[in-house]
């Protein structure tokens, strides 16, 4: 896993996200399941591509059960204060 900050060291805000979200394909996160997955939409659960995260501490930690080889940002409250990261 390897994270990418916008902001150099000494700068980076490690708290107060809005959460975060990928653009690469069909990913969408299955609210019911609490999974990632690859564009099959299923009648009677909530789908989106964005996910509730707070910190770059939780961020990690989802980051592993995210699929691999895609592109999330971690999306900050603030411009240009965002986090990059994509589990190898």
Partial sequence: MKLK????????????FLGFTTFEGDWIFN????????GELQK?????SHQDCNSVRAFRRKLKKAPK??????VGRWWNCDVNGINK
Avoid: A, M, V
């Avoid at 609210?31 to 990632?36: A, D, Q, V």
């Fill in 5 to 16: 900050f916008d902001l150099p060291k000494g700068q980076r805000i490690n708290h107060s």
């Fill in 69 to 74: 080889g895609i592109n999330f940002t971690l």
């Fill in 44 to 48: 009677g659960c909530i789908y989106s």
């Fill in 31 to 38: 609210e019911k399941l609490k999974r990632w997955e690859n």
